[in-house]
């Protein structure tokens, strides 16, 4: 178990800093720009919203799902709308918050604080926006919601209802939309499964598509709804672009320009879903489709990063990436690691007795 938790948060973080350098560009843009394929640590250019940063740093894509572990580890807490809150509002504390909250999760933050202020903490209870900020393409956050989702799945190994569950709490947290729950949904029942020994990529698959399906439905009856696309039905089309016969960067061209790679979380979650197949799982060759893949390459990668890094664990990421990550950022994730499974051994005791 250790190893396959220390693989998702290594492999998520890596995808992340690695992404950093090259998001908002095009596909070609990033060849243009970096002389070819992307397949190690760059320093932002001055035109991403990584400017500033050294190469293997990491962005919101991996610190909010970063803090939100720490968060509850500290706590000895659940994964609820609450402590998510509460961790959102500790990650507002750090450097990364200025130069990475999007519009959604900076309005969340913004509002939180305001009801502190005024003694009704928690009173707004997610009331974001209406449908037209809602329906806005930039609102429906890949970062906010997607990224943060894959420590459920790691918390809760195999046991992907209780990890859907938790996610759908936590993401009412900052995204109160029926397709945010259905696409984080997603990414945490497909990391729980990825948890298991002897897995394969079409179950950890197969998980994402029912986490989609079950986040759906009850975000119809819990959330906000607006006019958008179906994050399963896109899904469904990734996988169908990802089985063609071809090179992994042939089809991730495609799903580029099919399904596109924006912020959009019915772009993000399917096409890090279409990479993920497309390179049978493997871990580093699944963060290098995100990371160059173009536009929101850091939530992309993070994704694949996690999905991958849990199937395959801490042996599978490239030697010495650990490292770069933990210097860079002051992060202990061998350690993190340790504290989950200690976390994970407890509370599968606690529901034992």
């Given at each position: 178990?250790?190893?396959k938790?220390?693989?998702?948060?290594?492999?998520?973080?890596?995808?992340?800093?690695?992404?950093?350098?090259?998001?908002?560009?095009?596909?070609?843009?990033?060849?243009e720009?970096?002389?070819?394929?992307?397949?190690?640590?760059?320093?932002?250019?001055?035109?991403?919203?990584?400017?500033?940063?050294?190469?293997?740093?990491?962005?919101?894509?991996?610190?909010?799902?970063?803090?939100?572990?720490?968060?509850?580890?500290?706590?000895?807490?659940?994964?609820?709308?609450?402590?998510?809150?509460?961790?959102?509002?500790?990650?507002?504390?750090?450097?990364?918050?200025?130069?990475?909250?999007?519009?959604?999760t900076?309005?969340?933050?913004?509002?939180?604080?305001?009801?502190?202020?005024?003694n009704?903490?928690?009173?707004?209870?997610?009331?974001?926006?209406?449908?037209?900020?809602?329906?806005?393409?930039?609102?429906m956050?890949?970062?906010?919601?997607?990224?943060k989702?894959?420590?459920?799945?790691?918390?809760?190994?195999?046991?992907?209802?209780?990890?859907?569950?938790?996610?759908?709490?936590?993401?009412?947290?900052?995204?109160d939309?029926?397709?945010?729950?259905?696409?984080?949904?997603?990414?945490?029942?497909?990391?729980?499964?990825?948890?298991?020994?002897?897995?394969?990529?079409?179950?950890?698959?197969?998980?994402?598509?029912?986490?989609?399906?079950?986040?759906?439905?009850?975000?119809?009856?819990?959330?906000?709804?607006?006019?958008?696309?179906?994050?399963?039905?896109?899904?469904?089309?990734?996988?169908?672009?990802a089985?063609?016969?071809?090179?992994?960067?042939?089809?991730m061209?495609?799903?580029?320009?099919?399904?596109?790679?924006?912020?959009?979380?019915?772009?993000?979650?399917?096409?890090?879903?279409?990479?993920?197949?497309?390179?049978?799982?493997?871990?580093?060759?699944?963060?290098?489709?995100?990371?160059?893949?173009?536009?929101?390459t850091?939530?992309?990668?993070?994704?694949?990063?996690?999905?991958?890094?849990?199937?395959?664990?801490?042996?599978?990421?490239?030697?010495g990436?650990?490292k770069?990550?933990?210097?860079?950022?002051?992060?202990?994730?061998?350690?993190?690691?340790?504290?989950?499974?200690?976390?994970?051994e407890?509370?599968?005791?606690?529901?034992?007795?």
């Amino acid at each position: 178990m250790y190893n396959k938790i220390l693989g998702a948060l290594v492999g998520a973080a890596v995808g992340d800093a690695m992404g950093a350098a090259t998001e908002l560009r095009s596909f070609n843009q990033i060849r243009e720009s970096f002389g070819g394929k992307v397949v190690d640590f760059h320093t932002p250019p001055n035109d991403t919203p990584a400017k500033g940063r050294v190469a293997g740093q990491v962005t919101d894509a991996f610190s909010i799902p970063y803090i939100l572990i720490k968060y509850i580890l500290k706590t000895n807490g659940s994964f609820t709308t609450e402590s998510a809150q509460k961790a959102l509002i500790e990650w507002s504390t750090y450097e990364w918050f200025e130069p990475f909250a999007g519009m959604t999760t900076r309005k969340v933050i913004n509002r939180i604080t305001a009801s502190k202020e005024n003694n009704t903490y928690w009173a707004y209870a997610g009331h974001l926006g209406n449908k037209l900020f809602k329906g806005h393409y930039y609102a429906m956050s890949s970062n906010g919601a997607a990224c943060k989702a894959f420590p459920m799945g790691l918390f809760n190994p195999g046991d992907i209802d209780k990890a859907i569950y938790e996610t759908i709490a936590v993401t009412m947290s900052s995204h109160d939309d029926k397709y945010s729950i259905s696409g984080a949904c997603a990414v945490a029942a497909a990391v729980s499964k990825a948890m298991e020994e002897k897995v394969t990529v079409y179950d950890i698959v197969q998980a994402g598509f029912y986490g989609a399906k079950i986040g759906e439905e009850r975000g119809n009856e819990i959330a906000l709804n607006y006019p958008g696309p179906s994050v399963q039905k896109r899904m469904d089309m990734a996988v169908n672009i990802a089985m063609k016969a071809g090179e992994p960067d042939k089809i991730m061209e495609n799903l580029a320009e099919t399904i596109g790679s924006g912020p959009a979380i019915a772009e993000t979650v399917p096409v890090a879903f279409g990479l993920f197949i497309a390179n049978n799982g493997e871990t580093m060759p699944s963060i290098y489709g995100g990371v160059n893949i173009g536009d929101e390459t850091s939530a992309i990668a993070t994704i694949t990063g996690a999905l991958s890094g849990a199937c395959n664990g801490i042996d599978s990421i490239a030697n010495g990436y650990q490292k770069i990550i933990e210097e860079k950022n002051e992060m202990d994730l061998s350690k993190l690691s340790e504290e989950i499974c200690k976390y994970i051994e407890k509370d599968l005791m606690d529901r034992r007795k």
